[in-house]
């Protein structure tokens, strides 16, 4: 009877402690799950560890000669692709927003796809306008109207960013879901070639690369480095008014998570707005980003002073952005005469007769100002694109 009752106490002691390791073991991987689930917060919430954070390995481990990454889809170089064109207009933007567009189709052959993203009081303006522009055209164009979505409670504070909307170019990844590849354009930029000149970019772009910019600035005497009182890209920044986003690399990558969180700890430290997130953003990851070169995306900053952007000098300029308003203002005349031509050319009219001679005029007279000495760089690409029989003979006169 002893016997048995110590082995009841032995076996209920044993029992006892048993219940007791379990609890504590459940207990520490409760308290780990929660650690694990902070920590992961964290890193989403702290633009600091965003350098930590790794791709998924079918992005990492993506082919080398892969150009998009949509399942099964292969885009040609051959004229017959369909180019997608991202613009996005607020207020008083419809009439730049338009003369941007006229100008992708005065040079370009291959089909493109305007997507639109606007305010909703804006679309039919937009509508009617192109809805005429397709019968002159013959449907050259396709186009998309799509209405404005910026993160619910912050859509007041998104859309005030900087220039009115311009930060919704931050979640294109969302709001054109069912799109792979787009070429963001600011509103006040034209361009000088066709756009096809852009968008091959896109097939120059490694594996890992989800976006492409053009720098900031060439030199030393950049805003960035002098000025920013907060991360940046490379050496001097880069400029985001002309922007390869190739949103399916985008959306894998997580992008629009990372915005929110950037804005929150930079707000008061970031002057240009969605571009300062954008440079935050390839601060920490440098190798997602290509880099092409100033000529497509040319700016007022080029040629103020002295010519710094030696690839426009040599292959003509591609885009030319009229930023901080220069196409409106006598500030460089150059960039307010291009600007006057394309918005004074009637679609469906002769290109030469209506386009090329007035803005080969309108620049000439303007040769004595700092960019106007570099006029060749304006028309080397219009020419090529929109020849005449005696150019071989004019080229020196330039």
């Not at 040079?107 to 809805?131: G, M, Q």
């Not at 390839?282 to 952007?309: A, E, G, Q, T, W």
Request: hydrophobic fraction near 40%; charge should be neutral.
């Amino acid at each position: 009877m002893l016997i048995k009752n110590k082995l009841t106490f032995f076996i209920k002691a044993s029992w006892d402690e048993l219940s007791i390791r379990l609890q504590y073991l459940v207990f520490t991987i409760v308290i780990l799950i929660i650690l694990l689930l902070l920590y992961n917060n964290k890193l989403t919430d702290n633009p600091e560890s965003l350098k930590v954070i790794s791709l998924p390995r079918n992005i990492q481990q993506a082919s080398k000669n892969e150009i998009f990454t949509t399942v099964d889809q292969e885009i040609s170089l051959s004229v017959n692709k369909e180019i997608f064109l991202a613009v996005v207009a607020c207020g008083d933007r419809v009439s730049e927003t338009l003369t941007l567009l006229k100008s992708a189709l005065i040079f370009t052959t291959s089909p493109l796809h305007f997507l639109i993203v606007t305010e909703n009081n804006l679309r039919d303006s937009f509508y009617e306008k192109l809805k005429e522009w397709q019968n002159v055209t013959n449907g050259a164009f396709k186009f998309q109207i799509k209405p404005l979505t910026f993160p619910k409670g912050m859509e007041d504070e998104w859309k005030k960013l900087f220039k009115p909307c311009a930060s919704q170019r931050l979640f294109l990844p969302s709001v054109l879901p069912d799109i792979d590849a787009v070429i963001y354009v600011d509103t006040d930029t034209v361009f000088l070639a066709p756009v096809d000149y852009v968008w091959d970019h896109f097939y120059k772009m490694n594996s890992s690369q989800l976006a492409a910019l053009a720098p900031e600035h060439e030199d030393a005497n950049g805003w960035y480095n002098r000025f920013a009182r907060h991360p940046y890209y490379g050496k001097y920044g880069v400029n985001s008014g002309v922007m390869l986003m190739n949103l399916t690399r985008m959306r894998r990558f997580n992008w629009t998570k990372y915005v929110i969180p950037i804005y929150k700890k930079y707000k008061l430290n970031i002057t240009w707005g969605d571009q300062d997130i954008i440079n935050i953003i390839f601060h920490y990851y440098p190798d997602k980003l290509y880099v092409y070169p100033c000529r497509f995306n040319y700016r007022p900053d080029h040629c103020m002073y002295m010519s710094i952007c030696k690839s426009a000098e040599k292959e003509g300029v591609v885009v030319l952005h009229g930023s901080r308003g220069f196409f409106h203002s006598s500030r460089q005349p150059i960039f307010r005469s291009i600007y006057r031509s394309f918005e004074e050319y009637e679609m469906g009219s002769d290109k030469y007769i209506n386009f090329r001679l007035p803005l080969e005029s309108y620049i000439l007279a303007e040769s004595d100002s700092t960019c106007g000495q570099i006029k060749n760089a304006f028309l080397m690409n219009v020419k090529k694109s929109i020849p005449a029989d005696d150019d071989e003979n004019d080229e020196n006169k330039l």
